[in-house]
């Protein structure tokens, strides 16, 4: 498979506090990856530069065939690059970020309106068939305060895959909802990987990590300690850092 997904020598460091050290890592077209790793190794950090949300201080990005580069001696970003760039790479945060003042449809359809150009018609359309995909399409006249936690959540999926991006990015998605509903949304999740959707995903779900993921990355201040196929990580850690964090997972379960 072609590689999607090129991160090269990223740092990162805020004031004095260095987040990110030297992160490299390829992923491939269709590769479903797990972050994982204790609060404050870098995890949302990371998946925050991908998105250029939080630009990097040092190193290379590249996404499908888009590319930056960051550095002292590199450009300084210019907003229509930056629009150019996360237009390719969807991300679904903790907290929905919903419109509140907007039905769930114009929420799905506000992206694809001003970001993409699309004439309405042709948005509603890729709106409506969004989210029939999250199994929603029956609340697109509802506003987000009458929704679930869950479905919020899938809402902010529908809103992110009607960009039709080439990556996801979801930096833990359900770790804001009540235990009941956080298998409509991991059930989503699994469905897009399934449909091939290259994703990076922050998760403390070690089980829809080691079912749907084809890699685990295991990050703590700042580095990656282990990178493998998910089962062998979660199952058979190598490193004594991956072994003690999932220590207490097994342990729960």
């Known amino acids: ?23 490299t890592l390829r992923i491939e077209k269709g ?3 797990a972050l994982i790793g204790p609060s404050g190794s870098g995890k949302s950090t990371l998946l925050r530069c991908l998105n250029l949300l939080v630009p990097p201080d040092n ?41 509140p003042h907007m039905t769930v449809l114009d929420n799905v359809m506000e992206g694809p309106k001003t970001a993409l150009k699309m004439d309405k018609i042709k948005a509603r359309e890729l709106a409506i068939a969004q989210l029939e995909k999250v199994g929603l399409s029956d609340k697109a006249d509802m506003y987000p305060s ?12 529908a809103r992110a895959i009607a960009m039709e ?48 993921a084809n890699r685990v990355v295991f990050m703590r201040d700042g580095v990656v300690v282990e990178d493998g196929p998910a089962k062998q990580v979660i199952d058979n850690p190598q490193d004594d ?13």
């Open 1 to 23: 498979m072609p590689v999607m997904i090129r991160i090269d020598a990223i740092e990162k460091r805020f004031d004095d506090l260095v987040v990110l050290r030297n992160i």
């Open 31 to 33: 590769e479903v990856v």
């Open 59 to 99: 190193g290379r990005l590249e996404i499908g065939k888009n590319r930056m580069v960051f550095g002292e001696s590199s450009a300084k970003l210019k907003p229509k690059d930056l629009a150019v760039f996360r237009q390719k790479t969807g991300m679904v945060f903790q907290h929905f970020n919903l419109f």
């Open 146 to 157: 009458s929704l679930s936690g869950g479905q919020k959540q899938r809402v902010a999926i």
């Open 165 to 212: 991006p080439d990556v996801m990015l979801f930096d833990e998605a359900t770790s804001a909802l009540d235990p009941e509903l956080v298998g409509e949304v991991l059930s989503v999740m699994k469905e897009l990987a399934n449909e091939g959707m290259t994703m990076i995903v922050v998760t403390h779900e070690m089980a829809f990590a080691r079912e749907v």
């Open 241 to 253: 850092r991956t072994k003690a964090f999932l220590s207490h997972f097994h342990a729960e379960s």
